[in-house]
């Protein structure tokens, strides 16, 4: 059986992971009303990645004998006041994800919750990546800042593929 604090705090990301799905699918509606289909494209691809990080912790709840526990997810409220500004908040919050996921495997491994480390790893490392994509997108934004519409093609081209990960 898992650790209560442990499983708790992965209870609560499934819900901070949902929300990432929702805030970067209101970037991606924030994207299309400024016709920018391929930046509106390359969000809607995030939050499914999103989507299947809360199914990826549900899941091993699950597998552990845990009651999984849905909250609801909050309304995203951030406005953007250039299309630069999206691109800057989604760098933000996944720093925040980083920390969250940070905090859930230090407690893991204060707990001594081996197993729950090890289904962390993979979680810390892909924040890796969620940090470096966010951050290139505003570096690419600031270099092509007058050719908006070159970015724009190239993100329309990402295409959604399903993360493995070995529960």
């Known amino acids: 059986m898992l650790n209560k604090k442990v499983s708790d705090l992965l209870n609560v990301q499934i819900n901070k992971e949902m929300f990432s799905a929702y805030l970067y699918l209101d970037i991606a509606n924030y994207y299309t009303f400024k016709g920018l289909d391929g930046f509106a494209n390359w969000f809607t691809v995030q939050a499914k990645e999103e989507m299947d990080h809360a199914i990826f912790f549900m899941t091993y709840l699950q597998n552990n004998n845990v009651e999984v526990v849905l909250e609801a997810i909050a309304k995203p409220t951030m406005s953007y006041d250039s299309l630069k500004k999206p691109l800057e908040e989604a760098f933000k919050h996944e720093?925040?994800?980083?920390?969250?996921?940070?905090?859930?495997?230090?407690?893991?491994?204060?707990?001594?919750?081996?197993?729950?480390?090890?289904?962390?790893?993979?979680?810390?490392?892909?924040?890796?990546?969620?940090?470096?994509?966010?951050?290139?997108?505003?570096?690419?934004?600031?270099?092509?800042?007058?050719?908006?519409?070159?970015?724009?093609?190239?993100?329309?081209?990402?295409?959604?593929m399903v993360p493995s990960l070995v529960l």
Request: charge should be negative; glycine fraction near 0%; avoid cysteine.
């Open 95 to 160: 720093e925040y994800i980083t920390a969250s996921i940070n905090s859930i495997y230090e407690e893991a491994v204060n707990q001594k919750e081996y197993r729950t480390v090890q289904f962390l790893q993979w979680f810390v490392k892909e924040q890796i990546e969620e940090e470096k994509n966010s951050q290139d997108l505003i570096q690419k934004y600031d270099l092509l800042e007058n050719v908006i519409y070159m970015l724009d093609k190239e993100l329309a081209l990402r295409v959604y």
